[in-house]
């Protein structure tokens, strides 16, 4: 069964400061990757995933995520984060047989300094 | 709108009452996924039906949890006798379109539960 673990629980960076949030897997072929925010009070949404193809893939809000299979990584960066970049960060794997279940991990919980 | 709408937004029972949650897609998905998410954790697996069919249940759902999708469109998720530990956020969740550029989830506001 695949599994997740984010390793930070929290996170603080300043305004304007680079962001990278981690992430490892487990899955013993090739997983697909997601990563969704959960602002406060807010529902979950889906920032970026990766299925196939280019390692590195493009998300909403000026995120970006790489797949790392020798790592079993997938972290999220932003190049400089905004106050309203505040919330829940969840990284999610599924499997190749896209009828199965998605599995969360924890959360990294970001914090923004003025 | 996320394409999911969760009913009530917030509920309040006391310890041994039954409660019911409903949720509904905008439009027909014949997958659709129930999940709960405790303070500082991520969402937690609990069912998931394709059509009518419950096909899969988490051992986190026990005897006093059921799920219902009766006509395989709107699904209820109903928990008898509550506990104090059943307080949660409860997601409801559909996929996002067919074929592989479209797997993942989009998921309603939520379901939060609060057993006083």
């Known amino acids: 069964a695949q599994s997740v673990t984010q390793p930070d629980i929290h996170i603080t960076v300043s305004e304007g400061a680079s962001l990278e949030l981690r992430c490892n897997y487990s899955?013993?072929?090739?997983?697909?990757l997601f990563w969704y925010v959960q602002s406060p009070g807010q529902g979950l949404q889906l920032l970026l995933k990766y299925f196939s193809g280019d390692t590195l893939v493009q998300g909403i809000k000026g995120f970006e995520a790489e797949f790392k299979r020798s790592q079993s990584s997938f972290n999220l960066r932003k190049p400089s984060v905004h106050w309203s970049d505040a919330a829940e960060y969840f990284c999610?794997?599924?499997?190749?047989?896209?009828?199965?279940?998605?599995?969360f991990g924890k959360g990294t919980r970001l914090h923004i300094l003025p | 709108d996320t394409g999911v709408s969760q009913d009530p937004r917030h509920k309040i029972t006391k310890r041994g009452q039954n409660v019911t949650f409903r949720c509904d897609p905008i439009s027909e998905h014949n997958r659709l996924y129930w999940y709960r998410q405790t303070l500082g954790q991520g969402p937690e697996f609990l069912t998931y039906f394709q059509n009518e069919a419950q096909l899969e249940k988490s051992r986190l759902l026990s005897d006093r949890f059921s799920a219902e999708r009766p006509k395989g469109s709107f699904s209820t998720l109903e928990i008898q006798r509550t506990e104090q530990g059943d307080s949660a956020m409860y997601l409801c969740a559909i996929t996002l379109g067919a074929g592989e550029i479209n797997y993942g989830y989009t998921f309603g506001s939520g379901t939060r539960l609060t057993v006083v």
């Open positions: 899955y013993g072929a090739t997983p697909y």
């Open positions: 999610a794997v599924g499997t190749m047989n896209r009828d199965d279940k998605i599995i």
